[in-house]
């Protein structure tokens, strides 16, 4: 199995630019979950997905975020405008309740955002 | 609002000892509580869950639970070079597969050889 995939691995943007990281979740995963990690705050809960639709958007710090399941294999996090403290490591991670290890969120690799 | 609690270290252990981590948290409703070790520039990857008070037993790592202190630790017995890393405390309502998690910043863990 691939894991979870995220693009780009590193992003360098300047202040007030769109910014859109991709997620792909392991195949046959119903939960997708965006996190952000940043020295200062940890690790936190941006949004989560069960089959494709918004279930928790309350870690969603202001309207300048957005994030989209369209369909089962690929979302999207949007921010846009970008301002530098948006930089963080945010990492996707899928789970599913079917079979094994239902208690288990496999983290992709992470985007290192860093907005100038 | 959600907190867990954890001592950011780092803590220095000495090679073939116990390294003992320790984790409080807020949200008297929580149900599932996880450990997650985490590698310099690496993702969190999942190394134990407890749902039920007293311990849990996982090879080398040793997971206790005390709902009524609201308190978990993570008990590392004859730690290796390899388990020098950030262990990350992690809450939620419900199953963890199933519900966004509430994690603490992390404890650096430091194995001396």
């Known amino acids: 199995d691939a894991g979870v995939i995220q693009s780009p691995r590193h992003e360098v943007t300047e202040m007030g630019q769109e910014v859109t990281l991709r997620c792909k979740p392991i195949s046959g995963h119903d939960y997708l979950f965006w996190y952000r990690q940043t020295m200062m705050r940890g690790l936190e809960l941006l949004i989560y997905?069960?089959?494709?639709?918004?279930?928790?958007d309350s870690g969603m710090p202001e309207d300048r975020f957005s994030a989209k399941m369209p369909n089962a294999s690929f979302s999207t996090l949007k921010i846009q405008p970008s301002e530098p403290r948006d930089s963080a490591v945010y990492f996707c991670?899928?789970?599913?309740?079917?079979?094994?290890?239902?208690?288990?969120?496999?983290f992709g690799p992470g985007t290192r955002l860093t907005v100038l | 609002q959600k907190e867990v609690e954890q001592n950011s270290g780092p803590l220095s252990v000495p090679e073939g000892a116990i390294a003992s981590l320790n984790c409080t948290y807020s949200?008297?409703?929580?149900?599932?509580f996880f450990w997650y070790r985490q590698y310099s520039g690496k993702s969190p990857e999942l190394i134990m869950s407890i749902y039920s008070n007293g311990d849990k037993e996982d090879g080398r790592f040793t997971a206790q639970l005390n709902k009524a202190s609201q308190y978990v630790s993570l008990l590392i017995r004859d730690s290796q070079p390899s388990d020098s890393a950030t262990y990350l405390c992690a809450v939620t309502d419900l199953g963890g597969g199933a519900d966004g998690l509430t994690f603490g910043k992390g404890t650096h863990l430091i194995i001396q050889p």
């Open positions: 949200d008297r409703g929580s149900q599932s």
């Open positions: 997905f069960n089959n494709n639709v918004p279930i928790d």
């Open positions: 991670a899928s789970s599913s309740l079917a079979g094994g290890q239902t208690d288990t969120q496999y």
